[in-house]
């Protein structure tokens, strides 16, 4: 038996050594954490976007990660160079006809990746594995718009991608043993440990954490405490690293948002109803970090100038 493990352990890396390059459809946030990881782990990469000039923004802020990582003398000048080189911008889904495992990283709305999915399934090969990193959509409802179930799986990494070393690995109804093992084997080589997960909303993190997140809201909506306090009291009381609201301007509102709303359409469970509050800052445009005001206030850096001391208005 334990022959056998060792020689398909060994297969699947072959296979992983032998992946041209990588596609990456997305260049936000989460896509450039995984172009960036996927680079300095030896792959080449191409990173597509609505547009040319989108993705290669996201390369660029690509870029400035590594050069962070060479200011603090985590990473060599050599090797930031090295990485940069294997990540190209492109602008359709027409440049990922020669990559064997390409992975979603498009915001989370249903609509659009059930047609991304469908785009994927025709612009590449009959044999590439098509991974979401969604973070609640059905990865079962997203391969049954292709024309290769077997070969659509959930690669749903944490944010940011570069620091956090969870991804959840989602396996739909028709997902296959070689695309898991495969799939696992990569999120490995990228340096990450990896969980399993069933294929129902929210799969594991995000249906504990999501009610975690709206119900912060939900204190701040009904005046339990500032957004100081809340953010305070998790911090301190339950010894969480970063206070929930402060979380949920760096994961973004709106995504937020849609994974509750997921939650509490696909579940019919009043407990993930999406926080009033929660629905208003996205309505009014303040989705955290990313657009300069949440729960907080973010200079052009991203770091936080003030927060908005109870619900919504500035103190």
Known sequence: MTTVTTKAAKTTMDAIGQIGPLGVVGAGQMGRGIAQVAAQAGHDVIVVDASAALAEKGVERIGR????????????????????????ARGGLEELGRCDFVIEAAPEREDLKLELFANLARATRPGAILASNTSSISITKLASR????????????????PVMKLV??????????DTYETTVALARQFGKVTIAARDIPGFIVNRVLIPLLNEACYALYEGLGTVEDIDTG???????????????????????????????????????????????????????????????IYDAQGNKASSTGTAGRVR
């Open 234 to 296: 998790v911090r301190l009381g339950l010894n969480h690293p970063m206070g929930p609201l402060e979380l949920s301007d760096l994961i973004g509102l709106d995504t937020c948002l849609a994974i509750a709303n997921v939650l509490h359409e696909e579940l019919g469970d009043d407990k993930y109803r999406p926080c009033p509050l929660l629905r208003q800052h996205v309505a009014a445009g303040w989705l955290g970090v990313k657009s300069g005001r949440g729960f907080y």
């Open 168 to 177: 959840e690995v989602v396996r739909g109804l028709a997902t296959g043993d």
């Open 65 to 88: 990660s590594l050069d962070r990582l060479v200011s603090k003398e985590k990473m060599s000048a050599h090797a930031r160079d090295e990485a940069m080189g294997r990540i190209q």
């Open 146 to 161: 292709t024309d290769r179930p077997e070969r659509v799986i959930g690669m749903h990494f944490m944010n940011p991608v």
